[in-house]
């Protein structure tokens, strides 16, 4: 049996300012030689201080290639955080979003760690704020509390289990075969894509993507009779109706490692835009299709694009490197526990999948 806990209105409210203020920023325009020679600078200057970029692939492409050429990476939230953790460099700069620099933080708490933008948001966190998730969850005792990545260090810290959405299946089927019932948050979308999946008995806090919940599947459907040779990729944070027609489900890793490994040349791709650079890099001969946002009911105010990941630019790079503002700081009490619910997944990870596993997977 489920139950919904819905996000307050006031919550709604803030989340579509903040996205609104997002989408307002205007990004300098730099002629070529220009951004080649900010480029240039900001590679210096990260070498000076001992940094490296660490990136989403939801990002602007240009800090997708800085990231790797400062030595850092692209990819989703878990790994860079375990990247940064295994890298020797003393600064971490986050190209991504709050969630993301605070697990990074968590995971390396001697190290500097820097956001490109303070305001740079996920409408899965600011939806599920410590305080009411907490009293939520206090309301019912006798359930485990189980979250997902794309929240707060607090939150985390309130959790028995973090998990991503390529673990979640698994996490949560061990916990139903131990007995357990579960309290999920924040993503109602990959929630009900686990109950359905696991058949769990689960509460869930009723959070969702503002990018992924604008997928239409009726259009989807229209697509996929206009290219009945593409495989349809969908990121489980979309809405059930969209995810039942796809061909694989699952993390922005997942769908980025299909695109390499079907023997398809086109793809149809429900999640963030930003992820189609790294899939050209990577299948150059191959065409990515964005899967609809427009159709009936259609409000497509994101249009695939993250307000918040397309806030991190160069500008916002140097400005943080020139200032070191954006630093991230966890209450010592509260990253202890936080690291605490993350490293249970990564031990369960090793231990009933495979040793060695990169637990990664969430936007
Ligand atoms: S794409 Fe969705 S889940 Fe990812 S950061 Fe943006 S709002 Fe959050």
């Not at 990564?346 to 495979?354: C, Q, S």
């Amino acid at each position: 049996m489920s139950k919904a806990i819905d996000v307050p209105n006031s919550l709604i409210d803030q989340i579509n300012e903040t996205a609104a203020q997002a989408r307002s920023i205007q990004h300098s325009v730099l002629g070529e030689l220009a951004e080649r020679d900010l480029r240039d600078r900001l590679l210096a200057e990260m070498k000076k201080q001992d940094a490296i970029l660490v990136s989403h692939y939801y990002v602007d492409d240009g800090l997708q290639d800085l990231a790797e050429e400062s030595g850092g990476t692209v990819s989703d939230s878990l790994e860079m955080a375990r990247y940064a953790y295994e890298h020797k460099a003393s600064t971490i700069i986050v190209a991504g979003v709050k969630f993301m620099a605070e697990t990074s933080k968590i995971l390396s708490p001697e190290k500097r760690v820097l956001l490109l933008d303070n305001e740079a948001e996920c409408s899965l966190d600011i939806g599920c704020p410590i305080d009411e998730f907490s009293a939520f969850c206090d309301q019912h005792p006798d359930r485990t509390v189980v979250v997902y990545a794309n929240t707060s260090a607090a939150v985390k810290a309130r959790a028995d289990w973090v998990v991503t959405s390529s673990i979640a299946l698994e996490i949560c089927t061990h916990l139903k075969e131990k007995g357990e019932k579960i309290i999920w948050g924040p993503d109602r979308f990959l929630g009900g894509y686990i109950q359905k999946e696991t058949g769990a008995d689960m509460i869930m806090w009723q959070g969702s993507c503002i990018v992924h919940e604008e997928f239409k599947a009726e259009s989807l459907l229209k697509m996929k009779q206009e290219h009945p040779d593409a495989a349809v990729l969908v990121h489980p944070e979309s809405p059930m109706s969209v995810v039942d027609l796809a061909d694989v489900v699952g993390s922005t890793s997942k769908l980025l490692n299909a695109t390499r490994e079907l023997p398809h040349k086109k793809f149809i791709v429900a999640t963030e835009d930003g992820i189609f650079h790294k899939m050209s890099q990577y299948s150059p001969e191959k065409e990515f299709i964005a899967a609809p946002t427009a159709g009936n009911g259609a409000t497509c105010k994101s249009c695939a694009q993250c307000p918040w990941m397309k806030m991190n630019d160069l500008k916002r790079l140097e400005s943080v490197l020139a200032t070191g503002h954006n630093e991230v700081v966890i209450d010592q009490s509260i990253r202890i526990k936080a690291a605490k619910s993350l490293t249970r997944m990564v031990d369960f990870a090793n231990t009933h999948i495979r040793p060695g596993i990169k637990v990664t997977g969430n936007a």
